[in-house]
């Protein structure tokens, strides 16, 4: 069976760390400590494109921050378990430019790349809007409310301009809010606090986010922390320091679960308003043979993903369980059980639980 592909579209203005963040989502999942805890790899399906990115982080070692980029970056990494052939899990990674958020196409070719980076959207299970943990640290709730402002204009002003060439915009109905350079925060800020935060303070301009996406349910429930290496302002950038780069695939993974539970949820709109989200998991299990049938193609995969975890496992948060039932997979050469099981594992353990916080 080919890999399980989930399509992640990454968001952020220019500065707020993407770049630095492919680099060290990179590196930090090939160590060979990585597999030993986690019982699974990451490689990238495009050999010349995973030493580009380890080289970008070599050079952060060395404390050299790439150069600016404003082009549309497209990469596939594939996620195989400790020991075993082939892979679980495929995840396209879209890095979209800040610079598409805020001015028109320079030119024809710009606008073509434009245009074929709005169709991955439409792909895409999960967004992920980067908050520059930077700019919050300097400049408080003010930055938040305008960048929830700003994504919001600038999200309505692409559906007007795409809709007017006949191909409307479709954007992720799943989102995370990841609070970027997390290692400028105190050692106990966790996810949970940033979501306090942000649910206090930035309540209006969320709303507004959420109906412009079309996403009411979905944007403002997940909340992560990202450190892709702690760089103080006068010593040298400690590569070990990273936070919540290896969350963020887990946290992808499960968040399409969600979706597809949520979409099925809503072409059944008289049961949904009270029903929990276990509840229609349980569904979505009993009907898996037919779900396909009517969730959008891109939660198609959610029928396969749910053949291989329980809910059990889902909704387990016993770490020693599911590193048990992992385990039990690698040595049955389950590669996908071995490789989903250890993603739910990785988003409950201590670095999970500070990381990422979701609300409902
Ligand atoms: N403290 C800290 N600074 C970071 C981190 N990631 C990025 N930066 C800083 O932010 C700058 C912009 O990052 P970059 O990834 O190029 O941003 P992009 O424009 O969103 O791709 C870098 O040059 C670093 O100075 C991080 O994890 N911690
Ligand atoms: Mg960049």
Not at 85 to 108: I, K, N
Not at 193 to 198: K, Y
Request: net charge negative; charged share 30%; glycine share 6%.
């Amino acid at each position: 069976m080919p890999p399980l592909d989930l399509h992640v579209a990454v968001f952020g203005a220019s500065g707020a760390g993407k770049t630095v963040l492919l680099a060290a989502f990179y590196r930090a999942q090939t160590q060979p400590s990585f597999q030993e805890e986690y019982a699974y790899k990451i490689q990238a399906v495009n050999k010349a494109q995973g030493n580009q990115l380890l080289g970008r982080f070599y050079r952060l070692e060395e404390g050299k921050f790439p150069e600016g980029s404003t082009r549309f970056d497209e990469i596939e990494f594939d996620f195989f378990p400790r020991d075993l052939p082939e892979a679980a899990v495929r995840v396209h990674w879209y890095d979209y430019p800040g610079r598409w958020w805020e001015d028109d196409p320079v030119d024809a070719e710009e606008r073509e790349a434009m245009r074929q980076g709005l169709l991955k959207l439409g792909m895409s299970q999960v967004g992920i809007l980067l908050a520059d943990g930077a700019k919050y640290r300097s400049e408080g709730t003010g930055y938040i409310r305008w960048l929830f402002e700003h994504f919001a204009d600038e999200c309505d002003r692409l559906r007007r301009t795409s809709a007017a060439t006949g191909e409307e915009v479709s954007f992720p109905r799943e989102w995370i809010l990841a609070l970027s350079k997390a290692d400028l925060f105190p050692p106990d800020y966790g996810a949970r606090d940033f979501e306090r935060e942000v649910c206090r303070d930035a309540d209006d301009q969320l709303a507004k986010l959420c109906s412009v996406l079309r996403a009411e349910h979905a944007f403002g429930h997940r909340f992560m922390l990202l450190s892709s290496v702690a760089a103080p302002a006068d010593s040298q950038v400690d590569p070990r320091t990273s936070l919540g780069v290896r969350t963020l695939a887990p946290a992808i993974l499960v968040s399409t679960v969600e979706g597809a539970v949520r979409e099925a949820q809503a072409t059944r709109k008289e049961k949904s308003a009270k029903e929990t989200f276990f509840q229609g998991l349980r569904d979505l299990v009993q009907f898996v043979d037919s779900v396909d049938d009517f969730l959008p193609k891109r939660y198609q995969i959610v029928s396969k993903i749910l053949r291989f975890v329980s809910i059990k496992d889902f909704a387990s948060t016993r770490v020693d369980r599911l590193k048990k039932v992992r385990e039990d997979a690698l040595r049955r050469g389950d590669t996908f059980k071995a490789v989903l099981t250890g993603m739910v594992a990785a988003l409950r353990d201590e670095e999970g639980l500070r990381a990422y916080h979701q609300n409902q």
